[in-house]
C-alpha cells in the first residue's frame, strides 16, 4: 500500500518562504502525476500544481511565478518551493498521487 508523507508546513511572515516535501513509499509501481492541492477555512480544495513524470507541470493562476514544483523521480518525492507567501496562502497543503492518493496534509500559515 502506497502512503504519502508530506513535511515542511509551518508559521511564516508574509514575504516569506517555505519548502515543502511528499515522499511515496510502499509498494509503488507507477506514479505519473504528483502534485499539491490546498484547502483554506471554509472553502473547497483547489489544485495548487501538479507534475508529471516527464516534467510537464501546471500551476494555479494564483501561485504563478511564486511557487515552484519540483520532483525526484528516484526518490517518489515531491516538493513545493513556496516564496513571496501571502496570508491568502494560508491552508493546509495535501499531496497527492495519480489523483487518488492524498497524504495526511501540513498546515502553512501565513500571518500578517
Known amino acids: 500500500q502506497v502512503q504519502l508523507v508530506e513535511s515542511g508546513g509551518g508559521l511564516v511572515q508574509a514575504g516569506g518562504s517555505l519548502k515543502l516535501s511528499c515522499a511515496a513509499s510502499g509498494t509503488i509501481f507507477s506514479i505519473n502525476v504528483m502534485g499539491w492541492y490546498r484547502q483554506a477555512p471554509g472553502k473547497q480544495r483547489e489544485l495548487v500544481a501538479v507534475i508529471t513524470s516527464g516534467g510537464r507541470i501546471v500551476y494555479a493562476d494564483s501561485v504563478k511565478g511564486r511557487f515552484t514544483i519540483s520532483r525526484d523521480n528516484a526518490k517518489n518525492t515531491v516538493y513545493l518551493q513556496m516564496n513571496t507567501l501571502k496570508p491568502e496562502d494560508t491552508a493546509v497543503y495535501y499531496c497527492?498521487?495519480?489523483?487518488?492518493?492524498w497524504g495526511q496534509g501540513t498546515l502553512v500559515t501565513v500571518s500578517r
Open positions: 497527492n498521487a495519480n489523483y487518488s492518493l
